[in-house]
């Protein structure tokens, strides 16, 4: 079983669009994380929930919107999407939110803006 | 702002050479995890150093954690082809969490 999954793994789609991406983490932690990683492979956080709640919202375009329906769960909305958007997204979990956990990734979502 | 800046950023070394990369906080980390991402895959946890100058073994990998708790390294010894990725430093610096910049590691058969 796949402990941490994202959904799409690929999202090809036009300037403008909104779309969302799934994540899901079948571990049982608490705390969940949304990446961005660019073209030159540098990784930067964008959120993160613990038990639902918002702990990380670094500076992001407010186009992103993270929503939390349960802990096991955290989904990213992108509205008006650019070509700057484009990059690989990776969704990871941890225990909780003490700062000695590992994070565990998933495969990422690789969107392309057209 | 708060920087992890890892050096080099790409490095190609014959298989069975040594490899280092070296990571550096502009601010002290409470601890230092490092991350290994395959080409096309995901970061993968490889390990945690909290204390002041650990230093810790898996196999033929050696990290340290600095002194000052600034800085970090990863050694590994005799390279295989399968050590291919890029290597990521990470850490935490109050609330905040940073991934280090990453180096590309590609061992040559």
């Known amino acids: 079983d796949t402990a941490v999954s994202q959904t799409p793994k690929y999202l090809v789609t036009q300037m403008g669009n909104d779309k969302s991406i799934k994540c899901e983490q079948n571990?049982?932690?608490?705390?969940m994380y949304w990446y961005k990683q660019d073209s030159k492979k540098f990784l930067k956080i964008m959120f993160s929930y613990n038990n639902k709640e918002l702990i990380i919202n670094e500076t992001v375009p407010n186009r992103f919107s993270p929503k939390s329906p349960d802990k096991a769960h955290l989904n990213l909305h992108i509205n008006s999407l650019e070509l700057g958007d484009s990059a690989v997204y990776f969704c990871a979990s941890s225990q909780d939110i003490r700062n000695n956990q590992p994070q565990h990734f998933g495969d990422g979502t690789r969107l392309s803006i057209l | 702002g708060q920087q992890v800046m890892q050096i080099p950023q790409y490095q190609h070394v014959q298989e069975g050479e040594d490899f280092t990369t070296y990571c550096n906080s502009s601010?002290?980390?409470?601890?230092i995890q490092w991350y290994k991402q395959r080409p096309g895959g995901h970061p993968v946890f490889l390990i945690q150093?909290?204390?002041?100058?650990e230093v810790k073994k898996q196999k033929r990998l050696t990290f340290q954690f600095g002194e000052a708790k600034k800085n970090s390294s990863l050694h590994i010894t005799a390279t295989q082809t399968t050590d291919v990725g890029t290597y990521f430093c990470?850490?935490?610096?109050?609330?905040?969490?940073?991934f280090g910049t990453g180096t590309s590691l590609t061992v040559i058969p």
């Open positions: 571990l049982g932690h608490d705390t």
């Open positions: 150093l909290v204390k002041s100058g």
């Open positions: 601010t002290t980390l409470s601890n």
């Open positions: 990470a850490g935490w610096s109050g609330n905040q969490f940073y």
